[in-house]
T-cell receptor
């Protein structure tokens, strides 16, 4: 039982390049989330999904797209990377049952640098 | 507006001293609040939630609706408590969390 797995762990991009971050969970969770973590800003929600085939915008969605084609996977895409997207990205997932849906399980993070 | 504020970026105490990490929130409804912790080289994980009213690793947190606060406390800090602590508020019914800026707790020997 691996929990939440993020790939890659590190990546360096040039401005304008594109990439996809993959998040996979093996806990059969319905809800999945993408956050970015920046110094002094805490974790900010980029996009989230409440089930397969559904996605919604979070607090800072601009410049990112997501897809949830399979229940266990949640992809975060950067179409044209900018230096402002240099950050640590975290994926999380949670149950749907009442009283537990807001206990989120996190991946180890992806450190992205955009030059 | 929904917001979580952790006023201290860094809190440094000596081993055995009491610890209080502050968290204030702004929310119009009935809040659900959490503390998450990230130890060095480990994943962010849930420490405790107010609805459970439990003590985890000696930490407790009481929801004070009048002061809109959810401070995290421990009577005697241990070196292994050194970590980044985040206070979080559930927003809406989708499990979304709003996180504070985080407080680094440093426990010195």
């Amino acid at each position: 039982n691996a929990g939440v797995t993020q790939t890659p762990k590190f990546r360096v991009l040039k401005t304008g390049q594109s990439m996809t971050l993959l998040c996979a969970q093996d806990m059969n969770h319905e809800y999945m989330y993408w956050y970015r973590q920046d110094p002094g800003m805490g974790l900010r929600l980029i996009h989230y999904s409440v089930g397969e085939g559904t996605t919604a915008k979070g607090e800072v969605p601009d410049g990112y797209n997501v897809s949830r084609l399979k229940k266990q996977n949640f992809l975060l895409g950067l179409e044209s990377a900018a230096p402002s997207q240099t950050s640590v990205y975290f994926c999380a997932s949670s149950y749907t049952r009442q009283g537990a849906k807001n206990i989120q399980y996190f991946g180890a993070g992806t450190r992205l640098s955009v030059l | 507006a929904q917001r979580v504020t952790q006023p201290e970026k860094l809190l440094s105490v000596f081993k055995g001293a009491p610890v209080e990490l502050k968290c204030n929130y702004s929310y119009s409804g009935s809040p659900e609040l959490f503390w998450y912790v990230q130890y060095s080289r480990q994943r962010l994980q849930l420490l405790l939630r107010h609805i459970s009213r439990e003590s985890i690793k000696g930490f407790t947190a009481d929801l004070n609706k009048g002061e809109t606060s959810f401070h995290l406390k421990k009577p005697f800090a241990q070196e292994e408590d050194s970590a980044m602590y985040y206070c979080a508020l559930e927003a809406g019914n989708t499990g979304k969390l709003i996180f504070g800026q985080g407080t680094t707790l440093q426990v010195k020997p």
